[in-house]
């Protein structure tokens, strides 16, 4: 079975640090990997996905994924945080018999202190 | 191309009501999947409809049903509604494998009193 499971419910960062949210996922298929951001009261926004090509994924704002195999990690990162980036974000894994359902981690609250 | 929509935006019903959400796909995408999200269990999966068909469903009770329409709106249904169906609804549109983007919308914010 499918699962994510995101380390560290809240991370704090100061601006102009790295940012570095941690994914490790289950699957027992090669799986499909994304990144969601939300903000206050707003829906999920995509950032990056995995889909089996370049294992490096560059996102929007930024941000970049490596795809892991072997430590079966997606770990999303950002060389400099700025104010903006405060928000939740979301791992989620698919697979390709699994049609558009998405599993999600738990969640990162990212807070940047100025 | 207009985003998925999703309405109402919010919403206050009381125990025991049912309650029915609706969601428009991006044009063109078949699959509509839905989700909640609550603080304590975070974003999961409810169901998914792809051409008018549920192809996946998630670990909820009957009570939570949907439907898909031939233009592919969807709608779910929350029957005698309990407190802890409180949460914030959200739907998501592809075009139904699962390597495609989910587009979800904004949500609509149900409170159970």
């Known amino acids: 079975a499918q699962s994510v499971t995101q380390l560290g419910s809240h991370v704090s960062v100061s601006e102009g640090a790295l940012v570095l949210l941690r994914c490790n996922y289950s699957?027992?298929?090669?799986?499909?990997l994304f990144w969601y951001v939300q903000y206050p009261n707003q829906g999920l926004q995509l950032l990056l996905k995995y889909t089996s090509a370049a294992t490096l994924v560059k996102g929007i704002n930024g941000f970049e994924a490596e795809f892991k195999k072997s430590e079966t990690s997606f770990h999303l990162t950002k060389p400099s945080a700025h104010m903006s980036d405060a928000a939740e974000y979301f791992c989620?894994?698919?697979?390709?018999?699994?049609?558009?359902?998405?599993?999600f981690g738990q969640g990162t609250e990212l807070s940047v202190k100025p | 191309k207009a985003g998925v929509t999703q309405t109402p935006r919010y919403l206050i019903k009381t125990r025991g009501q049912q309650v029915t959400l609706s969601c428009s796909p991006i044009s063109g995408h078949r699959s509509v999947s839905w989700y909640q999200q609550t603080p304590g269990q975070g974003l999961q999966f409810l169901f998914e409809?792809?051409?008018?068909?549920?192809?996946n469903k998630g670990n909820f009770p009957g009570r939570f049903s949907g439907r898909q329409f031939s233009n592919s709106r969807s709608e779910m249904n929350v029957s005698t509604l309990e407190l802890g169906d409180s949460a914030l609804y959200l739907c998501?549109?592809?075009?139904?494998?699962?390597?495609?983007?989910?587009?979800f919308g904004p949500g609509t914010r149900l409170l159970v009193l």
């Open positions: 998501a549109s592809s075009s139904g494998t699962g390597k495609e983007t989910q587009y």
């Open positions: 409809y792809f051409s008018e068909t549920q192809r």
């Open positions: 989620a894994v698919s697979e390709d018999n699994q049609g558009g359902k998405l599993i």
């Open positions: 699957s027992s298929v090669p799986p499909y």
